[in-house]
């Protein structure tokens, strides 16, 4: 069975820097796209950054020059750096993978549940 699993959320000052991590573990035979999403108190989940498996990489424009995704493919792990965090950058982050397992034929989209940065002021 695969799974999701992300750690490396917590409390934090404005100013202050997070990494967090995205561990893929399971019958993974291929691990395609990788992203973050993160959902705030009252708001709709949201994109924050993507990478491809040859290490493109994408972002939302509230955290351009902030955030840094990175992934190591051989670990199957995805990380999120984060720097000059913003209250604004409070909610749960989440991690989101389409991934081949061992026993399919196609590529599945899944989710981890989520860790909680909190960005105080």
């Known amino acids: 069975q695969v799974q999701l699993v992300e750690s490396g959320g917590g409390l934090v000052q404005a100013g202050g820097s997070l990494r967090l991590s995205c561990a893929a573990s399971g019958s993974i035979f291929s691990v395609n796209a990788m992203e973050w999403h993160r959902q705030a108190p009252g708001k709709q989940r949201e994109l924050v950054a993507s990478i491809t498996s040859g290490g493109s990489t994408k972002y939302t424009d509230s955290v351009k020059g902030r955030f840094t995704i990175s992934r190591d493919n051989a670990k199957n792990m995805m990380d999120l750096q984060m720097n000059s965090l913003k209250p604004e950058d409070t909610a749960v982050y989440y991690c989101?993978?389409?991934?081949?397992?061992?026993?399919?034929?196609?590529?599945?989209?899944?989710w981890g549940k989520g860790t909680l940065v909190t960005v105080s002021s």
């Open positions: 989101n993978a389409d991934i081949l397992s061992l026993t399919a034929t196609t590529f599945v989209n899944y």
